[in-house]
């Protein structure tokens, strides 16, 4: 088993090894996309994934679902343009993926802390996000 499935199957038990801030969310998707062709499957693999982590810190309250999708289906556009293999090239060729404020620029912010977007994928009210 390679470190990066060491630390997926980690991830996805909820207990995460080291830091799991907003980089490792979207390591998270890049790596869930290198094992499920369909992106539905793969948002709802992420979900389950950081679910598990916010009901394993007593935060459950933190998950939405709308952003979750969101960044999954952004890394998805970066992994189809990107001209690196891997991971980092990605970083290193959109570094602007960091920002974790850039679903802002998709969302008005009472549009995406609503409850339906805690709950489900909701459309952006401002620009859409890459297919």
């Known amino acids: 088993m390679t470190a990066d499935e ?3 199957a980690a991830v996805e038990t909820g207990h995460p090894t080291g830091h799991f801030g907003h980089r490792e969310h979207l390591l998270l998707a890049w790596l869930v996309l290198e094992r499920e062709v369909d992106v539905e499957r793969a948002e ?17 309250q933190r ?7 969101s960044w999954v289906r952004i890394m998805r556009h970066c992994r ?5 293999a891997g991971f980092d090239d990605a970083i290193s060729q959109y570094p602007w993926l960091l920002d974790k404020r850039l679903l802002m620029r998709h969302y008005s912010s009472s549009r995406l802390a609503g409850v339906a977007a ?14």
């Open 6 to 8: 060491q630390w997926l």
């Open 44 to 60: 709802d693999r992420v979900s389950h994934a950081i679910r598990a982590i916010a009901n394993a810190h007593g935060r459950p």
């Open 63 to 69: 998950f939405n679902r709308t952003v979750t999708d």
């Open 80 to 84: 189809a343009h990107a001209t690196g």
């Open 118 to 131: 805690r709950a489900r994928w909701i459309e952006p009210d401002l620009l859409p996000i890459p297919a």
